[in-house]
């Protein structure tokens, strides 16, 4: 299976978690110049920024040791750009991760780490 085959099996998996948890789905894989977030939801009125992270395993790390300095600084500024663009001030907002661990079978399990990091 290809990275981006995994990966776009993970970001279901996650979407689907977080609607199971009573989130709402703003946003799949969104871009600007600055960089992409997987999933934009709302969680009871907090803003979720969420990276989803699938892996098959844990031998280099997990899956959440993979979303490093930059890769969180790439995250925020996206985030400011999206609340820009859809003129949200005021709103609580949260930088979540998610890590899919990508097992045989169809029940990948998934652990979702809140408040992953801050701006």
Not at 7 to 13: D, K, L, V, Y
Not at 15 to 44: F, M, P, V, W
Not at 95 to 113: K, L, T
Request: hydrophobic letters at 35%.
């Amino acid at each position: 299976m290809s990275n981006q085959v995994l990966g776009a099996q993970g970001e279901n998996c996650a979407a689907s978690y977080l609607k199971a948890h009573g989130c709402t789905i703003l946003e799949r894989n969104y871009r600007t110049q600055t960089g992409e977030i997987d999933i934009i939801a709302d969680d009871h009125g907090t803003l979720v920024f969420v990276e989803v992270k699938t892996r098959t395993g844990t031998a280099y790390g997990t899956p959440a040791q993979a979303v490093n300095f930059r890769k969180r600084n790439k995250i925020i500024q996206t985030a400011y750009r999206y609340l820009g663009q859809k003129q949200i001030d005021n709103r609580p907002c949260r930088f979540d991760v998610i890590e899919v661990y990508a097992m045989n079978g169809s029940d990948w399990p998934v652990r979702h780490i809140k408040g992953a990091f801050e701006l």
